[in-house]
């Protein structure tokens, strides 16, 4: 509620619709009135006055069209365009352009808002409820806006890489619900860092449960789009990742997740003792050299070795692309130990995508996906240490074949 004085000096009490609905009718006001002043300055005369000799333009007023409702990010409102006659062009208004159903600053919201969870049925309730009853919005709204974006997307998996100068990449197959399909679709993305610390989202494709051929598929159009090799490529422990990176890209390094990594160690072991499992895995995660790291394994091999080989076989799987990240800067090394580059940005699409339940297929729901990473691409914060970046990029260009990296110096 709000409280004022009236004529009498005597309290009164406004509620806030009355409020809401006072600056309304004001806006209204004020751009009709904004509008008819346009066509003042248009036609050099003021409404009744008559032209004066041959210096006033031609043409005429002639009414006003029906009014027409435009929806502003303080609610809907109605205005009605000045109708003209008698003129050599067309007077076409700058507050009120022909066509204008709502302003930019509610054409940026509706992509963005549908983008972070709005789901269709609740989208044109939602805004209506912001923008009052008579907005002009539609389900259609969103529909030109997938087909929008799927344009948008067609021109983005086509456009040139050779000008970016990869340095590290991270790539992961996220699993996300389709809606009516049995199984969850499986999106091949792919990520990279610049010798500038800058995160760049590089490919977002269907894949078929992350095979060899639908990774080498991703990575060979990346490649034939002018992709550098990276000095390091970060994924989790799918086989078909590995199998496609030694194919297309043979001379970057390998770095398997620790995350996933010991989330699988984990899952061989029972609850009662997983506490005490994980402080080991934790220890080698975070140690501080190779050796420190390689002594907090023994640890954990001597510990759980004997009544559980299963755990301890699943830790010594693949353990030298677990270790690679210690040939790197060390302030790099919290980057490129885990894929989480990749899953983070996933929490803003399973959003979207728990939201809208049911795209039939992972197809038409891959450019809704895509745009929201790119969205999130605009927020992703620079590596830490990206002044060193550029070391390990220049070691990387001078070799060939397969690399042997060094630490790059201070």
Not at 65 to 87: A, D, H, N, W, Y
Not at 100 to 120: D, N, Q, V, W
Not at 121 to 146: M, Q, T, V
């Amino acid at each position: 509620m709000v409280k004022g004085n009236n004529e009498k000096g005597m309290k009164s009490i406004v509620g806030w619709e009355v409020l809401e609905e006072f600056v309304r009718s004001h806006v209204q006001k004020l751009i009709q009135n904004v509008i008819d002043e346009e066509v003042d300055q248009f036609l050099g005369r003021m409404r009744y006055e008559r032209k004066k000799g041959k210096r006033g333009r031609k043409g005429y007023r002639n009414g006003h069209s029906p009014p027409r409702k435009l929806s502003l990010m303080s609610g809907t409102i109605e205005v009605r365009r000045p109708k003209l006659r008698g003129l050599e062009g067309r007077f076409e208004s700058v507050i009120l352009p022909r066509f204008t159903r709502r302003t930019p600053a509610i054409e940026k919201a509706l992509p963005e808002l549908y983008l972070h969870g709005l789901s269709m049925g609740d989208f044109e309730l939602a805004l209506r409820g912001l923008l009052g009853n008579g907005a002009p919005l539609s389900a259609s709204s969103i529909d030109r806006l997938r087909r929008k974006w799927q344009a948008e997307y067609g021109a983005w998996r086509l456009r040139q890489l050779g000008e970016l100068k990869l340095v590290y990449m991270w790539a992961d197959g996220i699993y996300v619900k389709a809606g009516l399909e049995k199984e969850k679709a499986c999106l091949l993305v792919v990520i990279g860092a610049d010798v500038e610390g800058k995160k760049h989202v590089l490919a977002v494709e269907t894949g078929y449960r992350e095979s060899t051929e639908s990774w080498s598929e991703v990575l060979r159009d990346l490649k034939a789009r002018g992709l550098r090799p990276p000095a390091l490529t970060v994924a989790d422990g799918n086989m078909g990742i590995w199998a496609a990176l030694r194919r297309v890209y043979p001379e970057s390094l390998e770095q398997r997740c620790w995350n996933h990594k010991m989330r699988n160690v984990l899952d061989c072991l029972p609850k009662k003792i997983r506490k005490g499992a994980k402080s080991l895995l934790l220890e080698m995660f975070l140690a501080s050299s190779e050796k420190a790291c390689e002594s907090a394994r023994k640890d954990f091999i001597s510990r759980f070795g004997k009544d559980y080989p299963r755990a301890v076989d699943r830790l010594n799987r693949d353990w030298q692309r677990m270790v690679t990240y210690f040939k790197f800067p060390t302030e790099h090394w919290r980057h490129i130990r885990t894929t989480n580059i990749v899953e983070s940005p996933f929490a803003a699409v399973r959003l979207r995508t728990n939201a809208a339940k049911r795209y039939k297929q992972a197809s038409s729901a891959t450019a809704v996906i895509w745009k929201i990473l790119m969205l999130q691409e605009r927020r992703f914060r620079k590596l830490t240490g990206f002044t060193k970046l550029k070391n390990v990029y220049c070691h990387t260009m001078k070799k060939s074949g397969q690399l042997k990296m060094v630490r790059a110096a201070a």
